[in-house]
């Protein structure tokens, strides 16, 4: 199953959908590892229930196990499902990152852009554009720092949606 981009542009705001692409070596990492969090929450639970003399030792140990799994869940699910939400409107650039928890939209003031630009997604180590952490081969310059999104999608993509994204930002600072 191919997951489409999808684009909805309007008088108010452009909206654009971007489906990731998952690694399979990640998802099966990841659900693993997620496979063997609930077999040690069981076996926690057990030696609470058994034998409740190492109590606080447990869950220390369960509770950074937990803060640990929470992230490689987050890794999961974005891999399965994630899908970047970006919307543009006269006031705001939002990008949402949908499909996986631990998430906050990031919020960038419209008349701050100058334009969307394609960019080879070199700048970024290989680990780090796997799990999905960060990268993009969408670009763009806001307050003096390159901000990217657009993680798994071709470059022909990226060159289209960067073009599109300029000609909605520069047809709103027309009009404002």
Known sequence: MKKEITINDNLENLTILLPRKGNTFIIILTGIWSIAFVVFLITIIYGQ???????????????????????????????????????????????????????????????????????????????????????????FNYMENSKYFGQTISKSQAEEIAELLTAKINAIKRVT
């Open 49 to 139: 229930i058994s034998d409740n003399r190492f109590l606080i030792e447990l869950n220390l140990f369960f509770l950074f196990f937990l803060i640990v799994w929470l992230f490689v869940l987050k890794a999961f699910l974005w891999n399965i499902r994630g899908i970047e939400k970006v919307t543009l409107d006269k006031d705001n650039f939002k990008i949402e990152k949908l499909g996986t928890i631990l998430s906050m939209p990031y919020k960038y003031e419209s008349n701050l852009i100058d334009k969307f630009e394609s960019t080879s997604d070199e700048k970024w180590a290989d680990w780090i554009k796997m799990y999905g952490f960060s990268g993009g081969k969408i670009i």
